[in-house]
C-alpha cells in the first residue's frame, strides 16, 4: 500500500534556516488519481514548484489563521488526459499548503502582470511575500 508522499522544501517560516518536509497526502493524490487525472497528473508539476519555488506567500487561508502558497514554472503540465504541453507564459503554478505543510490545493492561476511568478492580485490575496527566488 503507497503511503504520503513527502520532500524537503524551503521553510517558509525561515526561509534561510533550513528545509522542513512537506508532504501531499496519500487520500489527496488517491482522490485525483480516481476522479480527476488531470490533477492527478499535474502533481508533477506541484512537485516541481515545491522543489524549485520562484515565490512563497504566507498566511493564505482565509477561514483559518496561516498557510502558505508556493509558485513557480513547470516546464510543462497536462491540459487533458494524455495531453501534456509547455506550461503557458500568463500562468503560474501555486502550491497550497496548511500550516503544518500539507498540501490541500495545486493549480494554474493567472499570473500577475508586473511579476510573472506570483498569482494576479497577489498583495489582496495574502498577508505578504515571505521568499523570492534570486536565481
Excluded at 500500500?1 to 493524490?29: F, H, Q
Amino acid at each position: 500500500m503507497s503511503s504520503d508522499y513527502c520532500t524537503e522544501v524551503i521553510d517558509p517560516a525561515n526561509p534561510r534556516g533550513g528545509k522542513v518536509l512537506a508532504t501531499i497526502p496519500r487520500k489527496l493524490y488517491i482522490r485525483y488519481y480516481k476522479y480527476y487525472i488531470v490533477r492527478y497528473e499535474n502533481l508533477r508539476a506541484a512537485r516541481h514548484v515545491l522543489d524549485h519555488p520562484r515565490r512563497i506567500f504566507a498566511g493564505v487561508r482565509q477561514f483559518s489563521e496561516g498557510g502558505w502558497c508556493f509558485t513557480g514554472r513547470p516546464e510543462n503540465w497536462y491540459i487533458k488526459e494524455d495531453v501534456i504541453v509547455e506550461f503557458p507564459g500568463n500562468l503560474v503554478f501555486a502550491v497550497y499548503l496548511n500550516t503544518r505543510m500539507i498540501v490541500y490545493e495545486c493549480r494554474a492561476e493567472d499570473a500577475d502582470k508586473n511579476d510573472i511568478n506570483c498569482p494576479a492580485n497577489w498583495q489582496n490575496r495574502y498577508k505578504g511575500l515571505v521568499w523570492k527566488s534570486t536565481s
